[in-house]
């Protein structure tokens, strides 16, 4: 079973609201990710991060940001919620196995975000 | 441009109706094609990786299958608690994951 989890699984929040949504994982995996997948619909990488100290961002551009000041540790932070961040948020990792190599992911439960 | 498509979109079966999800890619140095299953309002949830043409993945009632262009999840005689959206992803050496938009599967009882 993955060890990887998210808080809070749920979230209603008001316009302009500072919000984090916290990932963990006890795994040791080097490389994290966040993902934000609307109902039914693909999932979109908007960032993720090789280590301690390394974020970038994804495919999808986004109005979050990042952290990692710790291998376990992954949280993505919006400083003024909008509407338009309606989604939900799922945070996963993978093992390196070799230079820009990794095994599969394990995914979190996920944060369902909904901004009034 | 990295490319994975998934078909059907959709697929009902009736319980025990076998039938195979399709996941095709144009990738330039596959390093493994993953499948995974989503339940609705969950994360996906690891089902196998597949890293060669010809290999095979079994797993209860679920079969994956490799070609070089094409991957194949085969239920045989499904049940209605197979139903979900499964995903397949592909890793290209130093590149990130590149999803296809999944199969949504409904079994009927």
């Known amino acids: 079973e993955a060890d990887i989890y998210q808080t809070p699984r749920y979230l209603v929040i008001g316009t302009g609201k500072k919000i984090t949504l916290e990932c963990s994982q006890t795994?040791?995996?080097?490389?994290m990710y966040w993902y934000q997948q609307d109902p039914g619909m693909e999932l979109h990488l908007i960032h993720y991060?090789?280590?301690?100290?390394?974020?970038e961002k994804g495919d999808l551009s986004s109005e979050s940001t990042v952290s990692r000041i710790r291998t376990e540790h992954f949280p993505l932070t919006l400083e003024s919620a909008r509407p338009s961040h309606t989604s939900q948020y799922l945070c996963?990792?993978?093992?390196?196995?070799?230079?820009?190599?990794?095994?599969?992911?394990?995914f979190g439960p996920g944060t369902r975000l909904t901004v009034l | 441009e990295d490319q994975v498509t998934q078909s059907p979109e959709a697929l009902r079966l009736q319980e025990g109706e076998s039938s195979s999800l399709n996941c095709s890619y144009t990738?330039?140095?596959?390093?493994?094609l993953f499948w995974y299953r989503q339940d609705p309002g969950k994360g996906p949830e690891f089902l196998f990786t597949?890293?060669?043409a010809g290999e095979e993945k079994e797993k209860e009632r679920l079969k994956a299958t490799l070609t070089k262009k094409e991957s194949f999840l085969h239920i045989t005689a499904p049940k209605p608690e197979d139903s979900a959206t499964y995903l397949c992803?592909?890793?290209?050496?130093?590149?990130?994951?590149?999803f296809g938009p999944g199969t949504r599967l409904s079994v009927l009882p």
């Open positions: 996963a990792s993978s093992e390196a196995v070799g230079e820009g190599t990794y095994n599969e992911q394990f």
């Open positions: 795994m040791g995996h080097d490389k």
């Open positions: 991060s090789y280590g301690v100290n390394s974020t």
């Open positions: 990738v330039s140095g596959l390093r493994g």
């Open positions: 597949l890293y060669s």
């Open positions: 992803a592909v890793q290209v050496y130093g590149q990130n994951f590149v």
